[in-house]
């Protein structure tokens, strides 16, 4: 499956963003998606994901209650609404599918990457 993500850009914190990551070749049901962030001198660490049926989510503390990871079968795309933006949020974020199975917050356990979209927060 090739991914390809969109949807960054510059904002001012409290602000919003939504990021766009649209699947094609395999069928998109077939896999869980995640998204990962990852900035200059930092490991990359997981964001947020979604099963393969849409009907599990999972979501890294520091975004809690801010993000919000949804999918649309229809369109084959997963989506990551941020709210509230803060300046720590700045980073690169990548798009990742996964075999169907537990999800999981492990990047080596996703085989197919997105490019990346920058996010970058201001205060």
């Known amino acids: 499956v090739q991914l390809q993500a969109s949807g960054g850009g510059l904002v001012q914190a409290g602000g919003s963003l939504r990021l766009s990551c649209a699947a094609s070749?395999?069928?998109?049901?077939?896999?869980?998606m995640g998204w990962f962030r990852q900035s200059p001198g930092k490991e990359r660490e997981f964001v947020a994901g979604i099963s393969w049926s849409g009907g599990l989510t999972d979501y890294a503390d520091s975004v809690k209650g801010r993000f919000t990871i949804s999918r649309d079968f229809s369109k084959n795309t997963v989506f990551l609404q941020m709210n509230t933006l803060k300046p720590e949020d700045t980073a690169t974020y990548y798009c990742?599918?996964?075999?169907?199975?537990?999800?999981?917050?492990?990047?080596?356990?996703?085989?197919?990457w997105g490019q990346g979209t920058l996010v970058t927060v201001s205060s």
């Open positions: 070749g395999r069928t998109f049901s077939n896999y869980n």
């Open positions: 990742a599918a996964d075999r169907p199975g537990p999800l999981t917050q492990i990047p080596w356990r996703y085989d197919h």
